[in-house]
């Protein structure tokens, strides 16, 4: 069964830190474009970041550049989103979602598996 769970998510004060996993089940992530996505109350889906299958390139939105970091471990099949800095509208629940395919994408459409999502919520 193939499946994408997160977690690390959490309360924390502004200027804070957390590490969001994503952990795969039932297929092999570095086959995979993997993007981390976020979405608050009343707000759409936006893409936060992407890291591409064969290269490991890696994209972010402005808004969390220089703050945001994603990277995967392979032989744990897992992928990560640092989050450093964290400001009051980084709160959202954040998903992780795969494609097997060889692209870069935020656009949530083109993604064919998606975890759960784990809440992160930042006070000031």
């Known amino acids: 069964q193939v499946q994408l769970v997160e977690s690390g998510g959490g309360l924390v004060q502004s200027g804070e830190s957390l590490r969001l996993s994503c952990a795969a089940s039932?297929?092999?992530?570095?086959?995979?474009?993997i993007g981390w996505f976020r979405q608050a109350p009343g707000k759409a889906r936006e893409g936060v970041s992407v890291i591409r299958r064969s290269d490991g390139s890696t994209y972010y939105i402005d808004s969390v550049k220089g703050r945001f970091r994603i990277f995967r471990d392979n032989a744990k099949n897992t992928v990560y989103l640092q989050l450093n800095n964290l400001q009051p509208e980084d709160t959202a629940v954040y998903y992780c979602a795969a494609v097997k395919r060889e692209i870069a994408t935020m656009d949530p459409r083109l993604y064919d598996y998606w975890g759960q999502g784990t809440q992160v919520t930042v006070s000031s």
């Open positions: 039932g297929f092999t992530l570095d086959y995979y474009a």
